[in-house]
């Protein structure tokens, strides 16, 4: 959707995939096939080539004239990995496009499934990592990769299914920031704050509104993308995760350690600290423990403390 919307206006767009164009959802309405509309053309299928069409995407935006965008699943990127590095590096302008990015992948199994993958690709300096929760989220991902000239991007996407934040106009803006408040309690002060991102976004929603019924004031702050909001003034982070509130849990489908500076010594981080299993992802969630009940737990043992 968002490239149906962006590819008309930008045709300096060329894209591609890794032999996954169908399930990346990279293709959009004006996509051209490069080996058969030649100078027209703006979509090449590499094939199982991961590295060499993320080297050939360095090159094409080193060219000039071109914002080369390519696709794989997340768990992939490992393949891809130097030539990212490299792109961040040198800098060249290149959109990375990682789906089906965590144990929601389902019956595909562990290896498959990224667990370390966020943490490793958010490792890499000049190189931001968004891991949007929803269409909204997604179109403001592309927006600021599509705006960056000094380095490479990285959009991080599901495969299951995720549901519509609803948000202000100020929310909507507050999105470029890379972490923002989707939600505060109405009637009662901050007690709690529960970081997400991505698919974990909509469970902490629905636990926030567990806890409120209970009375608890619970902050949800989506952070699509770490490196952005760290770069952010520090009145800005502090507004966002006032440094008072020390009650916090994050919520995301990978390794957990990541998230430690932003909960600290005192909070939670649900996760998945080892490899994932073959089946269904609506099982897969439960079976690891992330979900609602997992979260709504974790916060009050927090409360608790």
């Known amino acids: 959707m968002t490239l149906d ?48 069409m993320t080297a050939i995407s360095n090159g094409l935006a080193l060219h000039g004239g071109f914002v080369p965008y390519d696709a794989t699943f997340l768990v992939f990127s490992d393949y891809a990995r130097n030539a990212v590095r490299m792109g961040a590096l040198i800098p060249a302008q290149a959109i990375h496009v990682y789906t089906h990015d965590s144990i929601g992948l389902g019956e595909d199994g562990p290896t498959h499934q990224p667990v370390e993958h966020l943490a490793s690709l958010r490792y890499i300096p000049n190189n931001p990592v968004w891991r949007p929760c929803d269409t909204v989220e997604t179109a403001i991902a592309w927006k600021h990769a599509i705006e960056r000239k000094l380095g490479p991007s990285c959009l991080i996407f599901s495969r299951q299914n995720l549901p519509h934040q609803l948000r202000s106009d100020q929310q909507l803006l507050d999105i470029e920031r890379g972490g923002y408040v989707l939600l505060d309690p109405l009637n009662t002060k901050i007690e709690l704050i529960l970081i997400a991102t991505g698919s974990e976004v909509g469970l902490a929603m629905d636990a926030a509104r567990v806890l409120d019924g209970e009375g608890i004031g619970v902050r949800v702050v989506s952070m699509p993308c770490t490196q952005v909001f760290d770069a952010q003034p520090i ?71």
């Open 5 to 52: 919307a962006f590819g008309p206006l930008l045709p300096e767009l060329i894209g591609g995939s890794a032999d996954l164009a169908h399930s990346n959802l990279t293709l959009w309405k004006g996509s051209k096939d490069v080996n058969t509309a030649g100078a027209e053309g703006n979509y090449i299928y590499y094939g199982v080539r991961e590295f060499g």
């Open 235 to 305: 009145e800005w982070r502090e507004g966002v995760l006032p440094s008072w509130c020390r009650a916090r849990i994050a919520v995301e489908a990978g390794v957990s350690d990541f998230w430690r500076k932003y909960v600290g010594l005192d909070g939670a981080v649900i996760g998945i600290d080892r490899f994932g299993a073959s089946a269904p992802a609506e099982k897969l969630y439960p079976y690891f423990g992330i979900t609602v009940e997992k979260i709504v737990e974790a916060a009050r043992t927090q409360l608790r403390r």
